[in-house]
Structure formats: structure tokens, C-alpha cells
């Protein structure tokens, strides 16, 4: 089976648009609510990988559960013009301790 | 703490049926707990390599953020904008599924379409400056990363869904399935044997009336 994915990015505008140089397809939003109208529509449509600003993902937690144990589309965080706010390492943690019980990144 | 007995009756039809479901219940909980051990160790391996690697990619995107800031600052807003719309090339991805342990996990692979050989720079260089050149070429090296970064997350994301999933099974097995029938198995033994009991006193008792 051949087929091949689009890649969205979703954001706000300053940390978007860099990404429409590398040929993906860029919705800037400003608010996590057109945030979430994007990221789903992008989902229906059959992108296979969606990038997300922190900014907008820290208020959009049912959201990104939705698309969690979903293969596809894969939703991953990346830092908004702001810098990184750690909600992605954040999460990493959360999987961390929901298969093993403990935190054991954080031990160093 | 009163373990939950099955509620059946009591012969030794029913005794054999449900030493055959322990055995089952056994023989999944081994393999689930193989499953669940294996899955742990690829997780973990996998983990470590996300938290790194996502470390990695947000220094990295947030310099290049920065970098095109300062492009942008150097450019008209319109000029700046003119010169990203329109990209050289498209960039889509291929995604097949490798199974790890029962889970389906993606494994991404992007594909450039665009002109061969054309430049990753989607506008004339006339108007446009250099740093939007130099931001354009750092975004681009850390693509690869960036999709590596996605592959892996997503893989660490279904495959502790399917540990904590494994483990629930494991533990109903373990602490619920097993023991009930453990305890349905020894209870249709004791009252077996309290009727061959029952009947042997009888016997008894009636050969000593007999005897008499």
C-alpha cells in the first residue's frame, strides 16, 4: 500500500510560517479553538503528520487525546515563537509513567 | 478478604472444565507477561531516545525561529511573505507499519516533489536577503530530525497505550481470573469429597445393619 501523507503545521503566524518554505501545508491560527478546527479538518482530510505550536497546544488537551492512540495522524508539539514551554517534554514524561509506573527520565 | 467463587455446580464434569480454563488462563498470563516484559524494555530503549531527540529539535527549531525572525526584521512584512508562499517543492510522506510486539507502529519516510535539481530557495534572490537564505537552509537540516522526532513519539505513544493495556489484562489474570478459579477448583473438590464420605459412612452403615 502505497500512499502518500500530506504534513500540516498549525500555529501562530510567526512560528508557522518558516515551515511553508519546506513545501508544508501552513494554517496560522490565533486561538487554540481555530487551532482545533484546523487540526481537525487537516485530520479528515487525511494528513498523515501534523505539527503543532505549544503555544496553542497547552489549551487543547481533549484534542491531542483524541489523536493519541491513533496511528495516524501523528499530532506532534513543537516550540511557538516563544521558545519551548515543555509541555512536549511534558509529555514524553506522561507516556514515561503511564507504561512504567515511574518517572525514570528525570533521575539524571 | 472473601475471594468471589464461581457459581457452579459442584460435579466433576464442571471440575475438568474449569481445570482446563486454568490452564488456559495460565498460559495467557505467561504470554502476556512475556509480551508486556518485552514491550517495557523496547519502550524504554525507545523513550530515552524521544526525550533526547526532542531536546535536540526544539533548541534547534527555536534558534531557527529566530534566525527568520531576524530575516523577517530585515525584510518588508510583504516582501518576506511573498517569498515564502510559493514553495520550490512539496513534501509528503510515506508511511508503512512495522509491527513491534502486536503494536502497529508508523514508520515515516518523506519524499521531496519539486523541479530536479531545483534550488530549496522558492524565490528569486533579488529581492530577498541573505539571512532568509541562511534560515531556509538551517530549517531544512533539521527536517530529517524533526521527522525522525515524529516517528519516534508517535511509536512511544501507541506502545504505552498497549503496556498499560497488557498490564490490565496481566493483573485481571493474575489477581481476579486465576484466583477464581483456583478457589471454584478447590471448593468442587471439597464437596466431592464430603459426598464420597457421605456415602461411605451410609455404606458402612448399612453393612453393620446388615451384619446385625
Known amino acids: 500500500m502505497i500512499h502518500m501523507y500530506k504534513i500540516g503545521v498549525v500555529g501562530e503566524r510567526d512560528a508557522v510560517l518558516a515551515f511553508l518554505a519546506l513545501g508544508m501545508t501552513v494554517k496560522s491560527v490565533e486561538s487554540p479553538e481555530e487551532a482545533i478546527r484546523a487540526v481537525d479538518s487537516m485530520a479528515r482530510e487525511g494528513y498523515g503528520l501534523i505539527f503543532l505550536t505549544e503555544t496553542m497546544a497547552k489549551d487543547m488537551e481533549e484534542t491531542l487525546n483524541r ?3 491513533q496511528m495516524l495522524p501523528a499530532v506532534i508539539l513543537i ?3 516563544r521558545g519551548s514551554l515543555g509541555i512536549g517534554l511534558a509529555k514524553i514524561r506522561e507516556n514515561v509513567e503511564k507504561a512504567v509506573g515511574v518517572d525514570i ?4 | 478478604m472473601k475471594m468471589a467463587r464461581l457459581n ?3 460435579t466433576r464434569m464442571e471440575m475438568s472444565r474449569l481445570k482446563k480454563r486454568l490452564q488456559t488462563a495460565r498460559r495467557g498470563h505467561k504470554l502476556l507477561k512475556d509480551k508486556q516484559d518485552e514491550l517495557m524494555k523496547r519502550f524504554i530503549d525507545l523513550v530515552k ?8 529539535v ?3 527549531l527555536t534558534e531557527s525561529l529566530k534566525d527568520f525572525m531576524m530575516a523577517k526584521a530585515v525584510m518588508s512584512t510583504q516582501m518576506f511573505e511573498e517569498a515564502l508562499i510559493m514553495p520550490a517543492e512539496k513534501i509528503l510522506l510515506d508511511v508503512s507499519r512495522r509491527n513491534v510486539m502486536s503494536v502497529n507502529v508508523p514508520v515515516m519516510k518523506f519524499e521531496r516533489k519539486g523541479g530536479e535539481g531545483a534550488s530549496i530557495y522558492p524565490y528569486g534572490f533579488a529581492q530577498t536577503s541573505g539571512e532568509l537564505d541562511a534560515a531556509i537552509k538551517k530549517l531544512y537540516d533539521i527536517l530529517p530530525n524533526l521527522l525522525s522526532l515524529a516517528e519516534i513519539e508517535k511509536s512511544c505513544q501507541l506502545m504505552a497505550d498497549e503496556i498499560e493495556k497488557t498490564r490490565r489484562r496481566v493483573n485481571a ?3 481476579v481470573m486465576i484466583p477464581q478459579l483456583e478457589e471454584t477448583i478447590k471448593y468442587i473438590t471439597m464437596k466431592l469429597d464430603e459426598n464420597e464420605r457421605g456415602n461411605l459412612v451410609r455404606l458402612m452403615k448399612v453393612k453393620t445393619m446388615i451384619n446385625q
Not at chain 1, 105 to 108: A, G, Q, R, V
Not at chain 2, 49 to 56: G, I, S, T, V, Y
Open chain 1, 79 to 81: 516550540p511557538g515563537s
Open chain 2, 8 to 10: 457452579v455446580n459442584p
Open chain 2, 173 to 175: 489474570l493474575e489477581y
Open chain 1, 67 to 69: 489523536y493519541k492512540n
Open chain 2, 58 to 60: 526544539e533548541e534547534q
Open chain 2, 49 to 56: 531516545k524521544n526525550n533526547e531527540l526532542r531536546k535536540k
Open chain 1, 105 to 108: 527520565l528525570s533521575e539524571k
